[in-house]
């Protein structure tokens, strides 16, 4: 067990270098299972997610090897084997899998993912693609596991009821190796998709329309060896950049897409936050009047879900009554006891819906870390306390936040890790 220690208070200034995007990296690496040969993918972050990533290609008889923050993945003795329920259940991403190994083998049989509490996150529009390209889907109440089978994938028009994230991915990932054309309307546009897209068409997939809500994938028989750079996380960079709202003085976040922050940029705007922007960084100083704001999360180009937790900290310090609506996630509210303990004033209406009264004080005191973005909330509400933060349950946090203590350490704050 680990916990975060925090004295607060701290002036932030400095660089913070940005990392390859979490939620790019975990369906890259199982898309290089795709491929017939060795695909390298660069700018890996250095997350707990991905080392649950690689244990389970271990276990799938792929080798990697990593040199700095490059990973060289060889499938070409790929093997179709269950993947352990402790490991599928590490991490949400391990659905991806199922994709993945449908695609090459036909035949998948695999346990529920995992992944943060924040929601019931059901995998039907997964399912509901994967039978529409030609799968018949089983599942075993007794051991929990789904099986899939295919006597052959067969291109056709699927239209998902929501826009998710995952089964855009994982549609793209089965209908790349099946006959024929795939329409997938109502896709999901976040930049991530275009990322593994890029990665895929490098292998030589025929992807067009990534990025948009209608994507078009003509099977190809056999994808070859592939490079990819994994794009920057631009919820690692909208959280330091909140931080920079509220403790920096020059703080400088670098190494970052800025257009890929707009929907944070909108809402920094409506609430007097200045930042500059140049090229692939953006500097931003406290703002000693933030205004308060009505937000609601959305999907892409919406404001993201994966910012909401850490933005009701920067709202405990605006001036005035700030509205807040989560509307992908039902159980995103977690964290809001621990805020309130430290002296926030946010009042949750139901799961959903919260009023931020501020400004207020916060102080330092014993908490909890409930999912990896309330835990990040909670980092950041510790930096801006007054006295000691001490926080439990840290491996949420590790999941998706690359060197967090050096990163923060090295522009100022009084942070560490300690075991317990
Ligand atoms: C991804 C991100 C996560 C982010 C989310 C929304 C990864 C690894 N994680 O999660 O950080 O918060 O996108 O931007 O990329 N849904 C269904 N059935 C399904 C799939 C999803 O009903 O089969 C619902 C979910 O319950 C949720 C909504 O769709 O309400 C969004 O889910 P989705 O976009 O699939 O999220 P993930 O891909 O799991």
Redesign the pocket.
């Known amino acids: 067990m680990k916990e975060i220690i925090i004295n607060g208070g701290k002036t932030l200034s400095g660089n913070i270098s940005i990392g390859g995007a979490k939620?790019s990296v975990?369906a890259l690496i199982p898309a290089a299972l795709l491929s017939s040969d060795i695909c390298n993918i660069n700018k890996v972050p250095n997350i707990s997610d991905k080392d649950a990533l690689i244990d389970i290609l271990n276990i799938l008889n792929v080798k990697t090897n990593f040199e700095n923050t490059s990973v060289t993945i060889d499938s070409t003795n790929l093997k179709n084997t269950i993947i352990p329920e402790d490991l599928s259940q590490k991490l949400?991403?391990s659905y991806y899998f199922m994709g993945v190994l449908l695609a090459k083998f036909k035949h998948v049989e695999m346990y529920f993912p995992g992944g943060c509490n924040i929601?019931?996150?059901?995998?039907?529009?997964?399912l509901k693609g994967f039978e529409a390209l030609g799968a018949k889907i089983s599942h075993n109440e007794k051991t929990h596991i789904y099986t899939l089978d295919a006597q052959e994938l067969i291109g056709t028009r699927i239209k998902l009821d929501?826009a998710?994230?995952?089964?855009t991915i994982n549609i793209m990932f089965a209908a790349c190796l099946a006959s024929g054309t795939t329409i997938l309307e109502n896709a999901?546009k976040e930049i991530?998709i275009i990322n593994i897209a890029d990665f895929l068409n490098n292998m030589g997939a025929k992807i067009k329309g990534a990025g948009t809500s209608t994507i078009t994938i003509e099977g190809v028989k056999k994808l070859k060896g592939a490079t990819i750079d994994v794009i920057p996380d631009r919820i690692e960079a909208g959280t330091y950049l909140m931080i920079g709202a509220m403790i920096g003085d020059n703080l400088s976040v670098c190494g970052i897409e800025p257009s890929q922050l707009k929907a944070l940029f909108d809402k920094f705007d409506d609430m007097g936050i200045k930042y500059k922007i140049s090229d692939d960084k953006v500097t931003i100083s406290k703002c000693n009047n933030i205004l308060p704001i009505n937000i609601k999360t959305l999907v892409y180009p919406g404001f993201?879900?994966?910012l909401g937790q850490p933005i009701s900290v920067l709202l405990t310090q605006a001036n005035g009554t700030s509205y807040f609506e989560e509307t992908?996630?039902e159980n995103r509210m977690q964290h809001v006891k621990y805020l309130n303990m430290m002296g926030a004033n946010i009042k949750l209406q139901d799961n959903t819906h919260s009023i931020i009264n501020g400004p207020t004080k916060l102080k330092g005191c014993h908490i909890n870390a409930t999912d990896l973005r309330g835990g990040a909330a909670l980092v950041m509400a510790g930096l801006i306390a007054e006295g000691t933060t001490t926080i439990s349950n840290i491996e949420y946090i590790l999941r998706g936040y690359e060197n967090l203590i050096n990163k923060l350490s090295k522009v100022g704050a009084d942070i560490k890790i300690i075991d317990v």
Request: no cysteine; hydrophobic share 40%.
């Open positions: 939620n975990v949400r991403a929601g019931t996150r059901p995998i039907d529009l997964h929501f998710s994230v995952g089964a999901a991530e993201p879900t994966d992908i996630w």
